[in-house]
């Protein structure tokens, strides 16, 4: 059972264009939701996380849009650069849980072209 | 500081072979992941050390798999007689423990069985 559910697989964006990554959930447990960029033979680093009791939290040129009642988020990247070509997973913990694992979605490969 | 470190970054072992891969956490870090990454898909969780307490092993894919965490700093992840089914990325990730401590991913080992 797919817990966390990401589309679309793959996204290819113009420079300068916005780049939009959703994501859906089941488990009403989850209390924390990252967003990781992973990079080829890199292993995947935190780009931003949200709280379900936030709407919305921006960092730079990234955010987070949250919707509580739909179980759903989504991460905006405003004026893609190329440099920010690699794939985006989001995930979900449960911190009320026995382990603070990640249950991360399938991921989406972003192509930015200049 | 140093991060997350991995070894061997690449491995091929012929099926039936065993085969260890370490990791080497961020300093005070008390908690340790393992995940698995298939090729195009998202890390899924393995196993979970709070110091030297392997705390969740649900993720192990099957009996073939251990892992363990003796002074509660560097983890081995072990996999005995070797299928093609266990050809992956091996993810370790530490963080400080706790609510919404990052966790701090390793570059991987890559286990390709022959």
């Known amino acids: 059972q797919q817990q966390v559910k990401q589309s679309p697989q793959s996204l290819i964006v113009q420079k300068g264009g916005i780049s939009i990554i959703n994501c859906a959930y089941e488990n009403t447990a989850f209390d924390y939701f990252p967003w990781y960029q992973q990079f080829p033979g890199k292993g995947p680093a935190l780009l931003i996380a949200i709280r379900p009791d936030v709407s919305e939290k921006k960092e730079g040129r990234f955010t987070i849009s949250f919707n509580k009642s739909a179980k759903q988020f989504s991460l905006h990247i405003m004026d893609s650069q190329p440099g920010d070509s690699a794939t985006y997973f989001c995930a979900a913990v449960n911190y009320g849980g026995a382990t603070n694992k990640l249950i991360f979605g399938t991921g989406t490969l972003l192509a930015v072209q200049p | 500081g140093a991060g997350v470190s991995q070894s061997p970054r690449y491995k091929v072992a012929k099926r039936g072979q065993d085969v260890a891969l370490r990791c080497d956490p961020i300093?005070?870090?008390?908690?340790l992941f393992w995940y698995q990454q298939a090729l195009g898909q998202g890390p899924e969780f393995l196993t979970y050390?709070?110091?030297?307490?392997?705390?969740?092993k649900s993720g192990l894919p099957s009996d073939r798999f251990f892992a363990e965490r003796p002074e509660g700093s560097v983890s081995t992840l072990k996999i005995q007689r070797t299928q093609q089914e266990d050809s992956a990325v091996y993810l370790c990730?530490?963080?400080?423990?706790?609510?919404?401590?990052?966790?701090?991913f390793g570059p991987g080992t890559r286990l390709t069985v022959l």
């Open positions: 050390f709070q110091n030297e307490a392997q705390l969740d």
């Open positions: 990730a530490s963080s400080l423990g706790g609510t919404y401590n990052e966790q701090f």
């Open positions: 300093s005070g870090h008390v908690s």
